[in-house]
């Protein structure tokens, strides 16, 4: 069996898929580059609190500090804050944004490419059937805690599977730190990292107890990952259990049907459009002709080790994706917020199956046109939200530095040319006043909460 075929790349190989890779990085950069704000929903609250905290102990803001109080205690989704800060203060606001927002969409595939030579699949399949997420629906709804937690998540993922192959004191001091960090980036990219290491790690001692006895295989494969993340469990578990949002009932499981189609057509890339259907579609027909293919092929392969834990922790996704509610502990659409981790698990299971060389390097190519169908599709939608931005703005024109300033929703119901919205799920226009109170010093009531509480600033 060649290396083609068992999915190890000759270095040879690797340097030009990673000038394809940037190539294709360029691309989706544009989306990000090109226009003055990206379309998000919540980017433009981001822009603002930091510019809050930029402001906050400045001689000219009183107005600032009798609406916000500073919450700098240690809560998750803290962390997107450190890099807006720094960045903002170094290049402006406008330019941080997009520096965040770029390093989550070439850093992603990246973090599943560290990820997947860490548990010994193809890197550079599983870095092209990542490269879909870079624009998944919570980038574009602005979530960048949550975005970012998905990307730290993986690379935590990815310290494990080094780990647990070559145990050492330092890799799992190294898992223990970046557990910290995905619960910083967010609880919810937490809760995933915790549940998949539960699974792999208790599918690995599960074959280990045959080799090794009970005893050995819970020294060396269930007590260093847990220990390492121990710390950063009983952190989550505190904020969950002192999480002031209302949850919703476990037994909320409503939309079953809606759920079914949202899997099956990987409904993580419906962001604006619904016409973002047919992606998701294609998507899920070329994973069904890799998979098809895995099977056809399966006698000859059947030498080359098998690991399945990363299907057990797809599977268990799986499950939990029809379990979860749709809201819970003060958040909301967990079935989405839980898809990307889904199709994480798969690809990453994907990529340590058997394939033929030939079949391997077609499925990256059509994997490659894919991204870049989706970069230039999204283009033309993006220059139609902006235009609405800009005609947005131009009403803004009269806000003065130190105004207060209370923002209505608005969204056009049909684009300009009567057809559908090009905004259909993530909404980039109700929260674009943002992009002016931050620029302009004004005082922005309605983000959260105003009087006769205070918002609370440092933490989304």
């Known amino acids: ?12 190989a690797s340097r030009p898929r990673a000038v394809v890779y940037a190539g294709v990085s360029v691309l989706n950069l544009v989306l990000v580059w090109w226009f003055d704000h990206p379309p998000t929903l919540d980017g433009p609250l981001h822009v603002y609190i930091t510019s809050v905290l930029l ?60 990820a997947a030579r860490g548990c010994g699949r193809d890197p550079w399949l599983c870095l092209w059937l990542a490269v879909p997420l870079a624009f998944c629906m919570p980038l574009q709804l602005g979530f960048y805690n949550f975005s970012y937690g998905i990307l730290v998540m993986t690379l935590a993922l990815g310290a494990y599977f080094r780990a647990d192959s070559a145990p050492s004191l330092g890799r799992y001091a190294g898992l223990a730190i ?17 549940f998949a290491v539960g699974l792999a790690a208790a599918w690995r001692a599960g074959i280990a107890f ?69 992606f998701g579609m ?23 080790p098998s690991d399945r834990a990363m299907l057990l922790v797809f599977l268990g996704f ?28 798969l690809l990453l299971w994907l990529g340590g199956l058997g394939m033929r060389g030939a079949f391997r390097r077609g499925l990256c190519w059509v994997l490659v046109l894919f991204a870049v169908a989706l970069a230039l599709y999204r283009f033309p939608q993006y ?28 969204g056009p119901l049909v684009a300009t040319d009567g057809g559908p919205a090009p905004h259909w799920r993530a909404d980039p226009m109700p929260h674009l006043a943002a992009y002016v109170a931050a620029e302009r010093g004004a005082v922005l009531i309605g983000l959260y909460r105003t009087h006769p509480a205070k918002t609370t600033v440092g933490s989304d």
């Open 1 to 12: 069996m060649s290396s083609a075929d068992s999915g190890q790349v000759p270095a040879s």
């Open 55 to 114: 402001a906050f102990g400045s001689g000219g803001a009183e107005a600032l500090r009798g609406y916000f109080d500073l919450n700098l205690g240690a809560n998750p989704n803290l962390l997107i804050y450190g890099p807006f800060y720094g960045l903002g203060s170094l290049f402006g606001l406008a330019t941080a944004e997009k520096l965040v927002m770029s390093g989550f969409v070439v850093g992603l595939p990246l973090a599943v490419f560290y």
């Open 178 to 194: 970046l557990g910290f960090l995905t619960l910083a980036t967010h609880i919810f990219a937490a809760l995933c990292l915790f």
């Open 210 to 278: 045959r080799g090794e006895g009970k005893a050995a295989a819970l020294r060396s494969r269930l007590v260093p990952p847990f220990s390492a993340l121990l710390p950063a469990a009983l952190l989550a578990l505190l904020f969950v259990l002192t999480n002031e949002g209302s949850g919703s009932p476990l037994s909320d499981t409503s939309g079953v049907l809606y759920r079914l189609i949202l899997l099956f057509f990987s409904g993580f890339l419906w962001t604006f459009s619904f016409y973002d259907l047919g």
């Open 282 to 304: 294609a998507l899920l027909i070329v994973i069904g002709v890799a998979l098809y293919h895995v099977f056809r092929c399966r006698k000859e392969f059947q030498a080359m």
């Open 318 to 345: 799986v499950a939990l994706f029809f379990a979860i509610p749709d809201k819970a502990g003060g958040g909301g659409w967990l079935p989405h917020r839980l898809q990307p981790y889904l199709y994480l698990a």
């Open 383 to 410: 220059q139609e939200i902006d235009s609405y931005r800009q005609a947005y703005f131009r009403s803004l024109e009269p806000v003065a530095p130190g105004t207060t300033l209370a923002f209505a929703e608005v």
